[in-house]
């Protein structure tokens, strides 16, 4: 048996036999024995060296994961008015002025009901923000969100009770990684944690995934509704304060895509699967994932007086992602629509060297994603994705008034069959699905969205 659900409904996996020191059948017991971690028992046996003392230059070791400086923010539940009127008063120039406009942005985004996608590239999960995430996606403020896949997976590490540590100044010179390398301990700039945090995770994941429901053809956002799910329980059964964001997703009905699903550790496990059993599934659909965004996007701007807008931390493939459904509507479906209505992005990438992440609102425009008559809503704001987020949550938290989640992972098959019959209207379906359009257009009306527009060949 690989695993399955104990009675309770929280997941329970069975050691690995290849492993020489199995992890403990309980998700109860996720932390390897107080024994174990004193020896070093297996795969561990490197953080017996760390306990007894080993400094790697002139830090020491036990100093920097030691449990006060374990990374586990309490969520923010509220925000402040004191950063509000900071902001509203004194950001008034150069980048702070930029921060203040996406912060004011952002709360006429949630006033005016627009659906709001979010994007978060770099390793911010581990920095513990999605203690910041979290209460956005609760209060409303988040309706859908594409991320890395390493983003998502570091999160579970919360989830299971798995510790990061804040490192020391001098880590990040790099002049110590052989030293954290045979002290078997992991560094992301200057976040700390013991190798066998990733091994416990990859236990927890694997397993997961060999269950019988993700024994299909799947598209991303189901995928990670139904680890989000076992995330909720897991964590409500350690005790976790705050859930993680697919944990926190799946209890919200809120859909995440990852745009390159195979580059991340999720995408390593679900390797491993296949490698091991090829026809088992489960079998990620890119196609799927494309769609139901599109799909979203496009019910978004279908509401009455209904407006779309973009929340993007980072850059890289979460941001093209969630970008490119309006070139995908529009170019590639033949949809009539309209871009984008509101854009605000946290980079410190430059728009010179021609790279996505440093891609400005005004390029977007020549590419279909941004409303070119609706570029007064856009905000570029050039600073660390670590300090601008807190700020910004914080002032809408205090400013907005919640808004009730719009679940809209329940609605994913109803909007998408909504998108094909618009697509079963256009010019372009016609023209790859010549006999099929004509039998369609006998039940459908003939009007073409795109008379008359001439039909940009532009990708990226």
């Known amino acids: 048996m690989p695993g399955g659900a104990s009675g309770d409904g929280v997941f329970v996996g069975c050691g690995v036999a290849a492993q020489p020191a199995p992890i403990t059948t309980n998700v109860n017991a996720c ?4 024994e174990e971690t004193r020896t070093g028992a297996g795969r561990g046996s490197s953080i017996r060296r760390w306990r007894s003392g080993t400094r790697t230059g002139c830090v020491s070791l036990p100093a920097m994961l030691h449990p006060k400086r374990r990374i586990r923010p309490a969520p923010m539940v509220k925000g402040s008015q004191e950063v509000v009127d900071l902001i509203d008063n004194y950001y008034n120039a150069y980048n702070s002025a930029r921060l203040r406009e996406a912060c004011q942005t952002f709360a006429r985004m949630i006033d005016d009901g627009t659906t709001i ?26 309706d859908y969100l594409s991320s890395t896949g390493a983003n998502l997976y570091h999160d579970l590490h919360f989830d299971l009770d798995l510790a990061l540590y804040r490192g020391q100044p001098d880590v990040v010179s790099g002049a110590q990684d052989v030293a954290l390398r045979k002290d078997g301990i992991i560094r992301v700039y200057d976040v700390l944690f013991p190798a066998d945090v990733l091994y416990k995770t990859d236990e927890w994941l694997y397993r997961v995934m060999m269950s019988t429901e993700f024994r ?24 976790v304060e705050k859930p993680s964001l697919l944990a926190t997703a799946h209890d919200l009905d809120l859909p995440i895509w990852v745009a390159s699903p195979g580059d991340s550790t999720i995408g390593l496990n ?12 489960p079998h990620l659909d890119p196609a799927a994932d494309v769609t139901e965004m599109s799909a979203l996007v496009l019910d978004a701007k ?9 929340v993007i931390f980072g850059g890289g493939a979460p941001k093209n992602f969630l970008l490119q459904t309006e070139p995908q509507l529009q170019e590639i479906l033949g949809v009539s629509e309209r871009e984008h209505d509101y854009f605000i992005q946290i ?26 008559d609706l570029l007064p809503d856009t905000v570029v704001c050039y600073v660390d994705s670590t300090i601008a987020m807190p700020l ?33 209207k256009s010019d372009l379906y016609a023209r790859y699905w010549p006999a099929e359009s004509a039998a369609a257009r006998a039940q459908l009306p003939t009007e073409s969205p795109l008379s008359g527009k001439p039909r940009r060949r532009t990708r990226r």
Do not use: N
């Open 392 to 424: 910004i949550a914080s002032y809408v938290l205090a400013k907005c008034k919640p808004r009730k989640p719009r679940r809209l992972y329940k609605r994913l098959s109803e909007m998408e069959e909504a998108l094909r019959a618009e697509y079963l």
């Open 117 to 142: 996608g979010l994007s978060i590239a770099g390793a911010l999960t581990p920095a513990g923000l999605s203690s910041v995430l979290v209460p956005l996606m609760q209060a409303g403020f988040i």
């Open 270 to 281: 679900l390797a491993a699967i296949y490698t091991a059993s090829p026809e088992r599934g």
């Open 302 to 310: 279908r509401q009455p007086g209904g407006k779309s807008g973009v």
């Open 31 to 34: 932390k390897r024995t107080s």
């Open 216 to 239: 299909k053809r799947i598209s991303g956002s189901e995928l990670h509704h139904l680890i989000g799910k076992y995330a909720l329980e897991t964590a409500r059964k350690l005790g």
């Open 347 to 372: 980079t410190d990438a430059r728009p010179d060297t021609g790279g996505l992440s440093g891609a400005t609102p005004a390029e977007a425009v020549s590419w279909g994603k941004i409303d070119p």
